[in-house]
Nanobody, 120 residues
Framework: VQLVESGGGLVQAGGSLRLSCAASGSIFRINTMGWYRQAPGKQRDLVATTSSSSSTDVADSVKGRFTISKDNAKNTVYLQMNSLKPEDTAVYYC???????????????WGQGTQVTVSS
């Protein structure tokens, strides 16, 4: 299984970016898929995730500004980031918990990360 991210970049404060993450490979079911971020010198923190039932979990720090969505047919999750702040600057990592068959356990996969930089 591979997770390929795209959409990071440099944006001014108040601007918007949209991140995408596509999963490929041997996939039976994607149980959860979402985004974490890690700023320099800090731990990796949850940003937002969505489950196979479409329930979502969004960090308080981004509620009302970031929206997670998915396209099940494309095995792709999106993160629409609006009203960006300098403190949103981090490497954003895609994360997914995936079963490759009906009988297999769910394994956790990570993307390579995409840099988001918000200038003040």
């Amino acid at each position: 299984v591979q997770l390929v991210e795209s959409g990071g970049g440099l944006v001014q404060a108040g601007g918007s970016l949209r991140l995408s993450c596509a999963a490929s490979g041997s996939i039976f079911r994607i149980n959860t898929m979402g985004w974490y971020r890690q700023a320099p010198g800090k731990q990796r923190d949850l940003v937002a995730t969505t489950s196979s039932s479409s329930s979502t979990d969004v960090a308080d720090s981004v509620k009302g500004r970031f929206t997670i969505s998915k396209d099940n047919a494309k095995n792709t999750v999106y993160l629409q980031m609006n009203s960006l702040k300098p403190e949103d600057t981090a490497v954003y990592y895609c994360n997914a918990n995936i079963q490759d068959s009906r009988w297999s356990p769910s394994f956790r996969y990570w993307g390579q990360g995409t840099q988001v930089t918000v200038s003040s």
